[in-house]
């Protein structure tokens, strides 16, 4: 809904439409746009490097032949983990040799809990360009690692506070089950956590 209503603020802007399912047509579709005689914001542009998929909130030109790349999330504050987000975002688009003029997290002044709070709804950037600088220049060695991991047997790591914060994990189940019928347990990789 907050994704919504911050891209209703570029009615020139181009979704790219295609689901997680259909991430070779969104990557196409996204490549088309960024290479198209008019640069217009895109919305939810999907890019690749080295294996990492990412969906960019909105990408706008900024007129001078670069884009400037704007997280939007629904929190009244910049937060640690966003900063991890958007550096592996800035990751990919560089690595695919996308200029960036600007990185922003576009927040909220105050958290959206529900439709009687839209009305009232404001948005703030926050540039955060030089504060993601160590954090992108460390995403090789995040991305190395996650790959490593992957491809050994789960972990063990028990379930714990992680699962729970910043967000509750996808595999918590998972884990929980494994933890009632052996020692070891999986923990998701999650290349927006600490560098």
């Not at 939007?72 to 937060?79: D, L, M, T």
Request: contains cysteine; aromatic residues 4%.
């Amino acid at each position: 809904m907050v994704g919504k209503l911050a891209r209703a603020r570029y009615p020139e802007g181009v979704l790219v439409a295609e689901g997680h399912r259909e991430i070779d047509a969104a990557l196409a579709r996204t490549a088309d746009l960024m290479h198209a005689p008019v640069q217009r914001p895109i919305f939810e542009g999907a890019f690749i490097r080295d294996d990492v998929i990412i969906r960019a909130d909105i990408l706008e030109p900024d007129g001078r032949g670069a884009w400037k790349l704007a997280e939007i999330k629904n929190s009244s504050s910049v937060k640690n983990y966003q900063l991890a987000d958007v550096a592996s975002q800035s990751w990919v688009l560089t690595g695919n040799n996308i200029c960036l003029s600007s990185v922003i997290i576009r927040h909220v002044q105050r958290s959206i809990r529900s439709v009687n709070s839209i009305p009232r709804l404001r948005f703030i950037d926050a540039d955060v360009t030089l504060n993601i600088k160590s954090l992108v220049a460390s995403r090789q060695r995040l991305v190395n690692e996650a790959k490593l991991v992957a491809q050994e047997a789960e972990p063990a790591i028990e379930p714990g506070p992680q699962c729970v914060r910043p967000f509750h994990c996808e595999y918590r189940h998972h884990c929980g089950a494994a933890v009632s019928q052996q020692p070891s347990a999986v923990t998701e990789l999650n290349l927006s956590g600490p560098a």
